[in-house]
């Protein structure tokens, strides 16, 4: 990062004002390096949530959320969308620029080299019980695999974090084909190498030994996409997990697992559940109007499910592609008078056109469309967020190398202190000539245990 000049913090409590570098990165807003604050001032900033603090520098993912920009290692989504499959996009996302011909080759035959499962981790299944969530199955299989490989787990060895990275990359739909072939009752259908990664894929989830399966091609191509549309997205909180576990010296194994079961949580990976659920419950297209006014009301709860998004205020750009897929994957299965893609379509356009959406700058995110489309191609509910587990692996492995191969990346993050009874801790020097620790007790807020020997 380029240095741009300085901020000067100036303080009401009489310290020294406090003089901090700004540097400016290649693309976004400059930053202000508070690193030096604590030492210099001893005291911290107070940022709940990050919402103001850049946690690292990366080149993986950028997004301008104002002008609706996504760029992966530089090259805008829609094109990476609709140029290259989404091997193609995990190498770019890997290795910082998109693989030729030769390399392309040879990057999907190691991942197809690696989607087997250990024949003893398959029988871990059969400790699950046959209801478990999809999601609760990955995070304990992904977290097992560390217990597999042993001899390739030295994260200091670049080759070792390669061979875990492919590793993931490629067992992770397997996993996922097994959590759902378990709780269905059918047998585990293994890997196929002579199909490419999503027909693979989709050849363990849906085909039986019983009869042949050939993936739709126009769905492959669909799925390829939406897997390219959720592969990486700068530092939200699974992203964060990812690091943060790894930033201990965690194995790769576990650091993706960890980020899994963040991703679980429905504020991450459940948005497109509940806009189809929302759906459901509008039911009609002649009760938009209602729900519509419902989502205007400030004393009612209910948002519309699908739009908005924290960083995108002009518009998501996966939003756009995941509308076209949508309308290619319901035509190519005959579901174009499906009633919820025909009310999806309806409360798109009449949001679109209210002003209480267009002033708030409220438009349909990636979750809108990718429900109906992972519904109409016959993935059960359940499984949508396992669907964002798969490709969001190459997006947490990247930034997993990149937080490894940064001598600043050492995660140790700060409090404001609050004493037990929730008010600010009272910081004053507490050392005091007073022989009953009691009278420190509005001081410090400490508390003694009175406790006999048992
Ligand atoms: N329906 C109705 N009103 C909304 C919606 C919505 N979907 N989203 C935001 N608003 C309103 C808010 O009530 C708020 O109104 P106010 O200014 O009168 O207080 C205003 O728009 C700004 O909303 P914020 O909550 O401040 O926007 P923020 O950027 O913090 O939140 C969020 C974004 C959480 C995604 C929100 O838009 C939302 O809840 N959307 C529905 C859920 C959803 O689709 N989530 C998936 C996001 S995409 C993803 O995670 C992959």
Redesign the pocket.
């Known amino acids: 990062m380029v240095s741009k000049g300085t901020a000067t913090l100036n303080f009401s409590n009489g310290h020294p004002p406090v003089e901090l570098p700004i540097y400016s990165g290649s693309v976004g807003p400059d930053v202000v390096d508070i690193r030096a604050l604590g030492g210099k001032a001893g005291m911290f900033t107070y940022d709940p949530g990050f919402m103001s603090t850049a946690s690292c520098s990366s080149t993986i993912t950028y997004i301008d959320g104002d002008k609706g920009v996504l760029l992966y290692r530089g090259y805008p989504i829609e094109q990476l969308a609709q140029q290259c499959d989404f091997l193609e996009v995990c190498y770019l996302l890997l290795n910082g620029e998109l693989p030729n011909a030769p390399q392309k080759q040879q990057f999907d035959d190691t991942v197809k080299r690696h989607t087997m499962l250990h024949e003893q981790l398959v029988r871990f299944y059969s400790g699950f019980r046959r209801d478990a969530h999809p999601m609760a199955v990955m995070v304990g299989v992904v977290g097992a695999l560390s217990a597999f490989y042993h001899e390739a787990m030295d994260i200091s060895d670049a080759r070792h974090r390669e061979v875990s990275a492919f590793r993931l990359i490629a067992k992770l739909p397997t996993i996922t084909a097994m959590a759902y072939k378990y709780n269905q009752g059918q047998p585990f259908m293994y890997p196929r190498n002579s199909l490419n990664y999503v027909e693979n894929f989709m050849h363990m989830m849906f085909a039986t030994p019983c009869e042949e399966y050939r993936p739709n091609p126009v769905l492959v191509r669909a799925l390829d996409r939406i897997l390219i549309l959720h592969a990486d997205?700068e530092q939200?909180a699974s992203t964060s997990t990812v690091r943060l576990a790894g930033s201990s010296g965690a194995n790769p194994f576990a650091c993706i697992s960890a980020g899994i079961a963040c991703l679980w949580g429905p504020?991450?990976?459940g948005?497109?559940e509940?806009?189809l659920k929302m759906l459901e419950e509008i039911g009609d297209v002649s009760r938009i109007g209602q729900y519509i006014k419902r989502?205007?009301d400030?004393d009612d709860s209910?948002?519309?499910?699908?739009?908005?998004?924290?960083?995108y205020?002009n518009f998501?750009p996966r939003a756009k592609l995941m509308r076209e897929t949508c309308h290619g994957v319901l035509n190519e299965l005959g579901l174009k008078d499906d009633r919820l893609f025909k009310l999806a379509v309806e409360l798109e356009k009449i949001a679109l056109e209210d002003d209480?959406?267009i002033s708030?700058k409220?438009y349909p995110?990636?979750?809108?469309y990718s429900g109906l489309i992972y519904q109409a191609m016959g993935f059960p509910v359940a499984m949508f967020p396992v669907l964002f587990a798969i490709p969001r692996t190459s997006g947490w492995l990247a930034q997993w190398q990149e937080m490894r191969a940064d001598a600043e990346q050492k995660h140790r993050l700060r409090q404001a202190g609050r004493g037990p009874d929730g008010e600010a801790q009272i910081t004053e020097d507490p050392d005091h000539d007073a022989p009953d620790v009691r009278e420190l007790l509005p001081l410090r807020k400490q508390r003694v245990l009175h406790r006999g020997l048992v």
Request: proline content about 0%; glycine content about 10%; aromatic content about 16%.
């Open positions: 997205h939200n504020a991450h990976g948005a497109n509940a806009c989502a205007k400030k209910f948002k519309l499910m699908g739009f908005g998004h924290r960083v205020k998501d209480y959406f708030k409220l995110n990636v979750d809108f």
